[in-house]
């Protein structure tokens, strides 16, 4: 099959790979519709991380093609969604609502889904099926479930965005602009991105925030308190996972409030009495995608939301490379790629 492998920082090329099979009972083989590049993959692009000839990609939908003895839950023929985290659903850990973390958790990004085929771990637990075989416009939506719109409900569900709270999203990536989406389908009455790029401004608007903010750090926290009355937000959701911007968002969120942090965070250190006097709630991490899959499933299937729209390029498998350029160079906000 063909698959997309970084060799180096800034060097991406699709080429063959060996076709996966089942290597477990509770495996399962894809044959994936559409695939994806996640912005946290543009940290070994860019050199931040390193890599050498790895298999790219951890987000995913498909056709089922083959299962392992011991799956139960899908069958070949399905069309199914999965979380960048294979995880077994029954652990304690799962069972509290945070498959991310299962005792038994595997992630896709060591397998890589940037692919036309994929081996899929604990698919019984991994995968959700939906109502049925998704007509062509649904596939950018389903596609967006698997990774960056689960994220981002969770950095909003973190943050307790609802009725009657004022909402913060700092950043303006694919993240960012899902827990605006997010923020608002949880009934957030005030949702306030952070954001300067006329195009992301454009997409934020359009998933549901009433106000758009383009300072960023110490700036970007007066801004926001000039529009909450100088105490901050009641829900603020972190989606960059820098130094300034977690700072920023901390300092952004009203004393007794909530911070839900979702980038993915490179050499943030906090400060210990800053957070002591903050008095804040704060929870995030690798999303539990899995927790959310069958209600954001359900919701695109019937046309509540339509996140995706957050992807502005779509390029066959074989041109993944100018994909991953497009992103580094912010010409792109999300890339969907076709296998």
């Not at 294979?86 to 005792?103: E, H, K």
């Not at 009455?189 to 401004?201: D, F, K, L, T």
């Not at 903050?278 to 019937?302: K, S, T």
Request: charged share 20%; aromatic share 6%; hydrophobic share 40%.
């Amino acid at each position: 099959m063909r698959g997309v492998i970084m060799h180096a920082p800034g060097e991406v090329r699709t080429e063959d790979r060996p076709d996966p099979a089942i290597e477990e009972p509770t495996d399962a083989v894809i044959r994936l519709a559409a695939t994806c590049i996640c912005g946290s993959d543009l940290w070994p692009y860019r050199g931040i991380e390193k890599v050498q000839d790895s298999p790219m990609g951890h987000e995913y939908i498909g056709v089922v093609e083959e299962v392992g003895t011991e799956v139960r839950t899908i069958k070949p023929g399905d069309f199914v969604v999965g979380s960048f985290w294979a995880s077994d659903n029954t652990c304690v850990i799962c069972r509290a609502g945070f498959q991310s973390r299962c005792v038994n958790a595997v992630p896709m990004g060591a397998i890589g889904t940037q692919a036309q085929r994929a081996r899929i771990a604990l698919a019984d637990g991994t995968l959700v099926a939906t109502p049925g075989t998704p007509p062509p416009e649904l596939i950018p939506s389903l596609m967006a479930a698997s990774d960056v719109l689960g994220t981002g409900w969770f950095g909003a569900t973190a943050a307790q965005a609802g009725p009657g709270k004022t909402t913060v999203v700092v950043g303006d990536g694919a993240v960012g602009l899902m827990a605006v989406l997010a923020a608002k389908e949880l009934g957030a009455e005030r949702i306030i991105a952070m954001s300067r790029n006329p195009r992301r401004q454009e997409l934020a608007r359009h998933f549901g925030a009433t106000d758009i903010l383009p300072q960023r750090g110490d700036e970007g926290v007066e801004a926001v308190k000039e529009l909450t009355g100088g105490v901050g937000a009641h829900s603020v959701v972190e989606a960059v996972g820098t130094q300034e911007s977690m700072l920023q968002a901390i300092r952004s969120t009203r004393p007794g409030g909530h911070l839900g942090f979702v980038g993915v965070t490179h050499e943030v250190a906090l400060p210990g009495m800053e957070l002591f006097f903050a008095e804040i709630n704060m929870l995030g991490g690798p999303a539990p995608v899995r927790r959310f899959l069958p209600n954001l499933i359900q919701r695109i299937w019937d046309r509540q939301i339509d996140p995706g729209r957050v992807f502005d390029l779509t390029l066959p498998l074989e041109d993944a490379a100018e994909g991953y350029r497009a992103m580094d160079e912010r010409r792109a906000v999300k890339v969907l790629l076709t296998p």
